[in-house]
């Protein structure tokens, strides 16, 4: 059965600071794409980043970046200068990639808060 | 190029009424997905489409939820009758799958609505 663990329900953060939002992931799928989405206050899901699990190299999208240990199955999210627009609950989710997979299971998420 | 819309973004239904929640995918995305968040617990799977078929059901909680995609395009999420612990947020997402030739499905995000909010009192 496929899992997410996200162990931080909420951190503070300094504005302009890095910050690094865990997770770690189980499955048996040999093929899988992990995926973090931003949920501001407005309520929409936003999607930020993907890794494929054969991918060899991390994701970098921008300020984010997402830390891939293949060998200790952690997904771990960073955001680098973060800013007061990064407040937001972060979901971590991984989904399955052979062809007839459907869902994405996610974490329980991280509720990110931005001091100025 | 608009993104997942969804309708309403908040109803508030007495126990017993019916509710019917609505999803426009991004248009020429043949996939389109159901989830909900109840209060505190995780966002889960309900349903999957590819065009008007339904491909993978297995997270309807119970048969008093019907969901329809008609022609393909947007889809309906009916909840009859409603009870409290169907309160929640219903989130769609859409996509459009490629296959690699081994059978793998490429890089496929699932662009997701800003959910539709509801409350059962």
């Known amino acids: 059965a496929q899992k997410i663990t996200q162990t931080q329900p909420g951190m503070f953060v300094q504005e302009k600071e890095a910050v690094t939002l865990d997770c770690t992931y189980d499955t048996s799928d040999p093929s899988y794409g992990l995926f973090w989405y931003k949920q501001p206050s407005s309520g929409e899901m936003i999607f930020l980043i993907y890794?494929?699990?054969?991918?060899?190299q991390n994701a970098t999208e921008g300020r984010y970046s997402l830390n891939f240990q293949k060998a200790r199955k952690s997904a771990n999210l960073v955001i680098s200068a973060s800013q007061l627009g990064d407040s937001a609950m972060y979901f971590c989710a991984m989904r399955a990639m052979y062809s007839s997979a459907s869902k994405i299971i996610f974490g329980s998420g991280t509720r990110l808060s931005i001091r100025p | 190029e608009a993104g997942v819309t969804q309708f309403p973004s908040h109803s508030v239904i007495e126990k017993g009424q019916t509710v019917t929640l609505r999803c426009d995918p991004i248009s020429g995305h043949d996939n389109l997905y159901w989830y909900r968040r109840v209060m505190g617990k995780e966002i889960k799977f309900l349903l999957h489409?590819?065009?008007?078929?339904?491909?993978?059901e297995s997270g309807m909680p119970n048969n008093r939820f019907l969901a329809e995609r008609t022609g393909g395009t947007y889809s309906t999420l009916k909840v009859q009758p409603a009870e409290l612990e169907d309160s929640g947020v219903y989130f769609c997402?859409?996509?459009?799958?490629?296959?690699?030739?081994?059978?793998?499905?490429?890089?496929?995000?699932?662009?997701f609505g800003a959910g539709t909010r509801l409350s059962v009192l």
């Open positions: 997402a859409s996509s459009q799958d490629r296959t690699t030739a081994g059978g793998y499905l490429a890089k496929n995000i699932q662009y």
């Open positions: 489409f590819v065009k008007e078929s339904k491909q993978d």
């Open positions: 890794q494929g699990s054969y991918d060899q």
